[in-house]
T-cell receptor
């Protein structure tokens, strides 16, 4: 089946620094990827839709200058948390939609394993 | 009204019990429906897609009622390993990217 790799799985950084998280589709091409944020015991919150070769689409209330998204190829999207603040500490998860053979064309979302960010 | 709503839970059931979760969605143009399972501090994983005719996968049965705009998940003979949060996911368009997640229902299967 489709596999999405997300890296790093854990990162600890100091306030004011920037952190980059990578999301790769390993066996399929993804023109669109999604970035979510999840707080403890809460559901996923869609932050933005990453579009290959064009600007990301951000959800209401998500600062695009704070959360930079780049989707430079059909298999890689990156999320950079800039000037990190302790409030940015969270679980960030990416996903990609696989419409190919591995999903039987079923329009299924596959998730990366998530990145746990802790800002000190 | 939220786009996708689920039973709030948590559901605490003994091993071997049968448990059912419901999910309602607000957009009648919704095209695709899924149940995902999320373990604590892990990413969601696809449990099953939900088809109009209903579908079954072992102990899990999913049903879709388009007229009433709800989907359900039935788990029979619950196992301890079924303990997780179950997320209802609705895609409002087969050609768009509008996957909407429900808030999730937490299940704890007790020995």
């Amino acid at each position: 089946g489709a596999v999405v790799s997300q890296h790093p799985s854990r990162v600890i950084c100091k306030s004011g620094t920037s952190v980059k998280i990578e999301c790769r589709s390993l066996d399929f091409q993804a023109t669109t990827m999604f970035w979510y944020r999840q707080f403890p015991k809460k559901s996923l919150m869609l932050m933005a839709t990453s579009n290959e070769g064009s600007k990301a689409t951000y959800e209401q209330g998500v600062e695009k200058d704070k959360f930079l998204i780049n989707h430079a190829s059909l298999t890689l999207s990156t999320l950079t948390v800039t000037s990190a603040h302790p409030e940015d500490s969270s679980f960030y998860i990416c996903s990609a939609r696989d419409q190919g053979l591995s999903s039987g064309g079923a329009n299924v979302l596959t998730f990366g394993a998530g990145s746990r960010l802790t800002v000190l | 009204r939220k786009e996708v709503e689920q039973d709030p839970g948590p559901f605490n059931v003994p091993e071997g019990a049968t448990v059912a979760f419901n999910c309602t969605y607000s957009n009648s143009a919704s095209q695709s429906f899924f149940w995902y399972r999320q373990d604590c501090r892990k990413e969601p994983k696809l449990l099953m897609s939900v088809y109009s005719s209903g579908n079954e996968d072992g102990r899990f049965t999913a049903q879709l009622n388009r007229a009433s705009q709800y989907i359900s998940l039935l788990i029979r003979d619950s196992k301890l390993s079924d303990s997780a949060t179950y997320l209802c996911v609705v895609n409002f368009s087969n050609y768009g990217q509008n996957f909407v997640f429900g808030p999730g229902t937490r299940l704890s299967v007790l020995p």
